[in-house]
């Protein structure tokens, strides 16, 4: 099979919406009148961002989501997707999953996938994404203000926790759901969108809580204090004690692949963002709030007595 | 370095025009009114797309450049663009001369970096490139029609021959000249939004003339017919005798990394394209026509005693 014919067999189909479609030297679109366009790039890299035993079908999935992820952080509603694929060889039975997986994410969103290109090389998927919304829309991390709420849109840790059991970081099993939680994240398209109005501030919890929420401090000039014990998560029964409690602890705080939304609020919004957050079926929760900026501590972290707590701030850096 | 600090170091500057730039989960862009943005992605794998020995500073003009060059074939103007760079550590020598060679590409056609990412793994350059256009202005492959003419927009084969004497495939020096022109192409930006409302279809040559001929071809349902003694090349001398005459020949029409415009336009036009590849100090030139469509005979090719030679159609095949 030639280049073109893996394009053609598995990555083409007719053009939906876009002005000219895949198979031109470019793709051409406009957003609709009084629009823009969000656009955002992400890499998977085999070993760094999956393990080489991901099921294709799952790597697909997961691809697109963390593309649509940053999307809906901006509260921009998913419409195009440009592909590149770096593949060490043409193995039909691999591709094919992992087309199918792509596909299913991207129709579940209503993505159009205008263009890309494929080489060969070391596994590598990258995926621009292109979401649209109404100009002067968009969630940015620079808007939360002094006495906002915080509040993160689900469970967070659970991915983290798989992904440490799977390398064996962590000598226990993970649960199926966690697995699932790492392997497939889901994009929170449709609340980010519904955040659009609401949300001051908003970002995807692609790296870790505390870094996240940095920076949202950074950008907005603010200090953001979060109360630990509000964190929804699946693993609140390892929190406080066992072989386990430190390890949890740190992929509640600081792992990331969780995909959830952080975002800040105005307090007289709590009900309308709680109410939000149960039409999407979210477990998501107010973790914490805005305060005046603090020199040298944009995030604090407050234990169950509201006593801060020792914790350092990081994320996940690829070059660390 | 963090990932963070590199990215801050060399590849962020103050927003220009976009509406959100570098530094949140998306940017967010829009055309300009009654305007469409061309997109396009394209990677660069070491070994792949550029000889491990690529000085940093060429490979990041080369990177840019073959992405306009795809916003050149489509007319559009480029405005801006998204860089997924893949490390596999971080040298600090190495990424401040790419960061430069990167920049004076963009800088070189207005075009900002509006974000993108960074990781560690085998060293590969993703860009995405958006340029903007009048809707309905678009350069397609499509609009080839019988009694054209064929256009390219300077010389061929210089650039493949450049590599197969650097790779040892041609046991010859490479000139300064052809190793520049196979390191750091230029993309056809002015010639190509100049050929707006002019030329019929428009490609650019990265893979081979005969493949993008018969993309031409087959989207326009066609056939086009190439004058080989007419096809501008630095490889003139060599093409009829000597030891390299086969391999000169193949260079000119098989070999890609040319970044030349191949273009048609209506013969009443003849002058008009002339014109706009002088002004442009362009040397390229009229090196063929379209016919109506011969089944099974995408692209043609003519000696110069007008009999049809034998060639057989290859682009560049990253699974070949």
Known sequence: MTEFELIERFFTRPRVDAIVGNGDDCAVIAPAAGHAFAVTTDSLIEGRHFLPTIDPLKLGRRAVNVNLSDLAAMGAAPRYALLSLT????????????????????????????????????????????????????????????????????????????????????????????????????????????????????????????????????????????????????????????QHAAKARHCLLSTGDAYELLFTAPRDKHDQVLGLLREHRLDGACIGRVLEQRQGEPVRVLDAQLQKMDIKISGWDHFA
């Not at 919890?205 to 603010?222: F, K, T, W």
Request: with cysteine.
């Open 87 to 242: 593949l060490p060889q043409i193995d039909e039975h691999w591709i094919s999953r992992f087309s199918d997986g792509l596909w299913s994410a991207l129709d579940e969103h209503s993505v159009e996938l205008i263009g890309g290109n494929t080489t060969r090389g070391p596994l590598a998927i990258a995926i621009t994404a292109f979401g649209e919304l109404p100009q002067g829309a968009a969630l940015v991390r620079s808007g939360a203000r002094p006495d906002d709420e915080l509040w993160v849109s689900g469970a967070l840790g659970d991915a983290g926790w798989a992904l440490y059991c799977m390398i064996g970081d962590i000598k226990a099993e993970a649960s199926a759901a966690q697995i699932a939680k790492y392997e497939t994240p889901q994009a929170r398209v449709a609340v980010g969108i519904a955040l659009r109005g609401v949300a001051s501030s908003c970002i995807d919890v692609s790296d870790g809580l505390l870094s996240e929420a940095a920076h949202i401090a950074r950008a907005s000039a603010v200090t953001v204090e979060i109360d630990f014990a509000a964190i929804p998560t699946g693993l609140a029964g390892m929190l406080q004690t066992g």
